[in-house]
């Protein structure tokens, strides 16, 4: 195989791993040593220097990256796709609307364990913890329902689930 054969190779290893590699992972998969590996990186992170993605290669290995020099437009995707809930999320949402509950209830409705929906409620302020009588309630905050679209907040008023605070 060509040197760019080799870094072809290496970008795709890159970039079908869900981690970052380490060294001794990527000289296993092209069968090489691993200064010819590490000359072979630092070409890949020369050649992808002005691409919108690069390398890092740290102790914890190497993986794919965006290029800062487009933060600006990788931002706006981030933050926009930070803002979706998901399934699971809307779920327990969908049952704190109609009332205060405590995690056994969630987790009996649901049929799984909520806490990692719970602490993700939690930490964009969506839901607070409330002690009653000795036991741990959770409640939707005010902070939820001024994130919502007006489409969504309509639709929670219709139901007569969400009633805006005068």
Request: overall charge positive.
């Amino acid at each position: 195989m060509k040197k760019e054969d080799y870094l072809a190779a290496i970008e795709s290893i890159l970039f079908v791993s869900q981690k970052p590699l380490k060294l001794e992972e990527i000289c296993r998969c092209l069968n090489m040593d691993s200064n010819t590996v590490q000359e072979l990186l630092n070409a890949l992170e020369e050649n992808l220097k002005d691409s919108g993605i690069n390398i890092a290669i740290n102790k914890k290995g190497v993986t794919i990256i965006p290029n800062e020099k487009y933060r600006r437009y990788f931002a706006v995707f981030l933050k926009k796709r930070k803002a979706a809930l998901s399934r699971e999320v809307l779920e327990v949402v969908a049952i704190l609307l109609k009332e205060k509950a405590p995690k056994e209830r969630i987790d009996r409705l649901r049929g799984v364990n909520n806490t990692r929906s719970l602490n993700i409620l939690i930490r964009k302020g969506y839901v607070k913890k409330e002690i009653i009588e000795g036991k741990i309630f959770y409640s939707l905050t005010d902070t939820l329902f001024k994130s919502l679209k007006p489409e969504t907040k309509s639709i929670l008023q219709d139901s007569g689930l969400f009633k805006e605070k005068e």
